[in-house]
């Protein structure tokens, strides 16, 4: 059972570049988040969605977009990146959103230059 | 107002010594009260969570939840080396128009030596 898994596990990203982190688990999850992490300052959430089609923003939504085309597949797409996104990224799933546990990717480390 | 404030530490302790972690929340709205650990460069993963007010044990852990005052705590005894990790409070609601959304505190570091 893979669980979450997330690609790619690093990536070096110049200035105005654009990418996209691939988040898929297995576990036929409704509820998946995007989460930056950055040193001390714990998880902000990016994105999420209760269900395929269906997405909203979290608390630091700007510079990023999301999509939602199958249950399993969740990515990210960073797009102009700046010095400001550089951070860990993890992707998470969850059964039914509060109140079940929510099971993290390993996590993508993005640095931009 | 933040959701949830977290002293992030560092906090370093003795083998053995009981660990006290704490957070507070604003939003009176939250009933789950959930727990995280996250070892280094690692995705944080459920230590054990709580629903409304009260305490919860599991081993050597206790969760406690005082809605009242809207804090929440997490014991550890007999803390092992073992316990080292960043300890993350994550309460949340699934009701109104915070329906899903998860909120982290910004974590205790908390390391135990022999």
């Known amino acids: 059972n893979a669980g979450v898994t997330q690609t790619p596990k690093f990536r070096i990203l110049k200035i105005g570049q654009s990418m996209t982190l691939q988040c898929t688990q297995d576990?036929?999850?409704?509820?998946m988040y995007w989460y930056r992490q950055d040193p001390g300052m714990g998880l902000k959430l990016i994105y999420y969605s209760v269900g395929a089609g269906i997405t909203d923003k979290g608390e630091v939504p700007n510079g990023y977009n999301v999509s939602r085309s199958t249950t399993e597949d969740f990515p990210l797409r960073l797009e102009l990146a700046a010095p400001s996104q550089t951070s860990v990224y993890f992707c998470a799933s969850s059964y039914s959103g509060v109140g079940t546990e929510a099971f993290f990717g390993q996590g993508t480390r993005l640095t931009v230059v | 107002q933040k959701e949830v404030e977290q002293d992030p530490g560092p906090l370093s302790v003795p083998e053995g010594a009981i660990v006290s972690l704490n957070c507070t929340y604003s939003n009176s709205a939250f009933q789950y009260f959930m727990w995280y650990r996250q070892y280094s460069r690692k995705g944080p993963e459920l230590l054990m969570y709580?629903?409304?007010?009260g305490n919860k044990e599991d081993g050597r852990f206790t969760a406690q939840v005082d809605k009242s005052s809207k804090y929440i705590s997490l014991f550890i005894r007999d803390s092992q080396p073992s316990d080292s990790a960043t300890y993350l409070c994550a309460p949340g609601t699934d009701r109104g128009s915070t329906l899903g959304r998860l909120y982290f505190g910004r974590g205790t570091q908390l390391t135990v030596w022999p």
């Open positions: 709580t629903y409304s007010s």
């Open positions: 576990m036929n999850h409704n509820y």
